[in-house]
């Protein structure tokens, strides 16, 4: 009989991971495919490890998750078209090449976006392609490895116009006055040429050195501070901000008191990505820097977060608006306008304590689905409006847009649009902190 699951505890109270290495111990071990989805497994055969090249293995980040760890190599392809359906139209990936989306969708940086449409068949958790399972070979085709004989050595052949050694043949002949003198003139030659090569600094190689700069370049203007240069002009690319004035990460304490378990993994936290470059830590970092701070308010309920030197950047989320909610709001330059670098605390974003209502329908804001320690380069105050006033021209106050029409991109709601009806642009989406108000928990949450 094929197994269901072997992430947690089977029956017999053996862990999940003995259950699959012994799976690939023996050839005829069946599982059920765990394809999700309504229609499930196209197939209708159990899953076998004998044939491996047909098997894709898939990791579920619910520890007790009773589903197979294994797909049908067909079902995975069917149901991964329907992940890339969704990263297509997902944030920063609808500006990615197929290509490009192919190749990130498992990886962090892509699997970040489409996380979502990856739920198990469990209920409780998401399917990850697993990139580190290197299926075992066959029984027998791993015998016949190894008991193959190894390659005989090649030896190498002696070319005809290797030089003599020396004392055999004619170079062993005394050489005449002319050969000598050649040869000390050369000798000296190889010297000289060697000194001159000792004294070159290594950057001053000819394949390495930067062009001379043309003498009508004007002169460049006097050098200023490091934050300054980097406040005026911040997609240059080039960051620099003084890492001792942020809070020292250890642990993630106040996270883990807060959270449920299910949001304990790094889709809902962003972590630190060892050996990349992250524009957006140095982005935050170099702008507070210029600002001389390392605290930054929450803007619901105006408790100061403090800005950790790695990921998680705050305990809580940021987000960039054109919108100045209040006057510690930090003002930075991006993509040619300027914008308000802002933040709410993690208690504001799952409702803990109180709730954040929006006036006019009582409905609950609800920030528990944005990952934490990160930003957001749109409003996310605005991202979802809940009723007609959200979307309501700030002059007119007719509906810049119909709220049947459906969800659009969480970015259209913080970008200028002109009103249909009396054609004044602005930000019509973004509403004042005026129009929320705060509950006590279970009173509206």
Known sequence: MPHRGERGRNRSGNAGGEADRAGQENNNHEFWCCVPGSSGCQLGSPVSLANPEDVVKVVCNHDGCPEGPYMHKQCFEEWEETVLTFLRSSGRARSWSEKQRRQNLWTKKGYDLAYRACACKCGKGHLRKDLNWVPEKPTAERAVVENEPPAPRKQKKKKKNDKPDLGKGPLSQPPSAAVKARNRHASSSSTLSDTSLASTPPNAAMDYAPSPSPPWESTPSPRRSRTESQSSDNNSGNYYYNASMFTKRLDLSLLYSVLPPDKLNP????????????????????????????TIPCVLCNTQLPVFDRYPLVDGTLFLTPQDYNAQSIRVFVSG??????????????????????????????????????????????????????????ACGKPVRDPSEGTHFYS??????????????????IKPLSTFKQVSEGLAC
């Open 267 to 294: 889709i809902h936290i962003k972590m630190e990505d060892e050996g990349h470059a992250d524009d957006t830590r140095q982005f935050v970092l170099s702008n507070l820097t210029a600002y001389r701070v390392s």
């Open 412 to 429: 259209e709601y913080s970008t200028s649009i002109q009103c249909p009806h009396c054609g004044v642009p602005d930000y019509h989406f």
């Open 337 to 394: 306008r300027w914008l308000y670098l802002s933040a709410v605390c993690v208690h504001c974003l799952m409702g803990i304590q109180t709730c954040v209502v929006c006036k006019n329908c009582n409905s609950r804001w609800d920030g528990s689905s944005h990952q934490l320690g990160t930003m957001y380069t749109y409003d996310i105050l605005a991202a979802n409006p809940c009723c007609p006033h959200r979307v309501s021209c700030k």
